[in-house]
């Protein structure tokens, strides 16, 4: 999505809670490139505000599932699809699990250095994914029991297909990191879902990380 000059980045700020939306809003003016838009509800999210992004920063809250969050996912989700970058901010104690699937580019706990806030921004507006390394990393079990669970096994390249389904990325994320084309790894994509009998990425985590082929 970059439309502006190099280096130069317009970056949402989408945070319910004031001081955090402040905060990050602080460490990214340090970056004289860096254009910070600060958002505080779903419903401001608007395409005025999102047509010209680079990259979507959500700071999902200390306690995420302590409020309803379905119109919070919807419209991240939207986002995802529509093809803006999110980097999601998680609490310490939180799975990275929901933000995986629901497609973000890049997950940091909330606690994330600010240069490396930076850094991970820039990434991902190039089209790269990014994740702390303390962050769980999802694990294939590739055992031939667990495959038998399968009608028809899974190959080597859609076994690595699947643990970056695990992990969110969008089928042009997959390929990037695969060094495929991005019609390649829809293929690929699709291959898995079908020999899973699954209709969605969520359905096809969910069942492999049941049959014990994927571990999260």
Not at 11 to 28: T, Y
Not at 89 to 96: A, I
């Amino acid at each position: 999505m970059r439309q502006h000059e190099e280096d130069s980045l317009t970056v949402i700020v989408f945070a319910e809670d004031s001081l955090s939306r402040h905060g990050l809003a602080a460490i990214l003016d340090l970056e004289p490139a860096i254009v910070a838009v600060l958002v505080e509800t779903p419903s401001q999210l608007t395409k005025d505000k999102t047509g010209n992004a680079d990259v979507l920063v959500w700071d999902m809250g200390w306690d995420f599932s302590a409020h309803d969050s379905t119109e919070v996912w919807e419209t991240v989700s939207d986002l995802v699809e529509y093809g803006l970058p999110v980097i999601a901010m998680l609490p310490d104690d939180e799975s990275p699990r929901t933000a995986r699937q629901m497609g973000v580019a890049g997950i940091l706990p909330r606690g994330v250095k600010a240069r490396q806030l930076r850094a991970a921004l820039y990434a991902v507006a190039e089209g790269l994914s990014v994740a702390d390394p303390a962050l769980t990393t999802p694990l294939l079990m590739s055992s031939a029991t667990s495959q038998q669970s399968i009608p028809e096994p899974l190959t080597p390249r859609e076994l690595e297909v699947l643990t970056l389904l695990a992990e969110g990325l969008t089928n042009r994320a997959i390929g990037l990191r695969l060094g495929i084309s991005e019609n390649t790894a829809k293929f690929h994509v699709q291959a898995v879902l079908t020999k899973l009998g699954v209709s969605s990425r969520t359905e096809a985590v969910v069942l492999t990380t049941r049959l014990g082929l994927l571990t999260l």
